[in-house]
Structure formats: structure tokens, C-alpha cells
């Protein structure tokens, strides 16, 4: 997926440029975590971490994946990374953004079952 939005292109630059950021993406491209467990994992201060993640989703480069309840009625997210990959390129002046979008069990499974039933 070709990224060609100068805001979206400004904002995972951004994101990719700063330290904590970088390592919040890379940790949650594998399988969605919550915030204080990506704090703990790159040793990043907590308050920190939840900014930064609060900047992520703001610019879709994380995503809620789903919503827990515990029994206490306390509510954490899961986050996991919107993209797997990406590769930045200038070409002729204008910097470029190629994505592999990091899709989900769930995603893939509708995914190859929608195209599964095309063929029938």
C-alpha cells in the first residue's frame, strides 16, 4: 500500500524518528500489548509511554485491537501496530511511504475465507 498523504507521510516519519516511538511499534508489530506492557518491555517511563501511544493512535500508526474488562471492572487496551512494514523512498523530490499493513488472525481468516467463497 502506497502512503502518498503529506500528513500521514509527515506523521510516520515522526513516529519512526523518535526513540520511544520506534520501539513501541516494533514491540507491538508482533501481537497487541497494553501500554504497560510495552513500558516495561522497552523500558520506556510510563507516563512517556502512554503519550507517546496517545500520538500513535491519534495518527493511526497503532490500533485499539480489542478492549479488556478485568473482574474489578478495571479497562485496559490492546495495541498492536497498524503496519508491518514500511519503506520510505524519495523519488524526483517527493519522499514516498511503501506499508505492509500488519493484519490481524481475525482479518486474514475473513480475508481467505471471502476469497475462498469467490471462487465456489
Not at 49 to 71: F, G, K, N
Not at 89 to 107: H, L, R, T, Y
Amino acid at each position: 500500500m502506497e502512503i502518498t498523504e503529506p500528513a500521514r507521510i509527515q506523521a510516520l516519519v515522526h513516529g519512526l524518528a523518535d526513540e520511544y516511538s520506534r520501539k513501541i511499534i516494533l514491540s507491538a508489530i508482533p501481537k497487541s500489548k497494553s501500554v504497560e506492557d510495552m513500558s516495561k518491555e522497552n523500558d520506556i517511563p510510563l507516563s512517556t509511554c502512554y503519550r507517546r501511544v496517545h500520538e500513535l493512535l491519534d495518527a493511526q500508526i497503532l490500533l485499539v485491537e480489542r478492549i479488556i474488562i478485568t473482574p474489578d471492572g478495571k479497562k485496559y487496551e490492546l495495541l498492536r501496530s497498524a503496519y508491518r512494514a514500511m519503506n520510505v523512498s524519495f523519488d524526483g523530490g517527493v519522499m514516498k511511504v511503501d506499508a505492509v499493513i500488519n493484519e490481524d488472525v481475525a482479518e486474514k481468516l475473513k480475508r481467505l475465507w471471502g476469497t475462498m467463497r469467490e471462487i465456489d
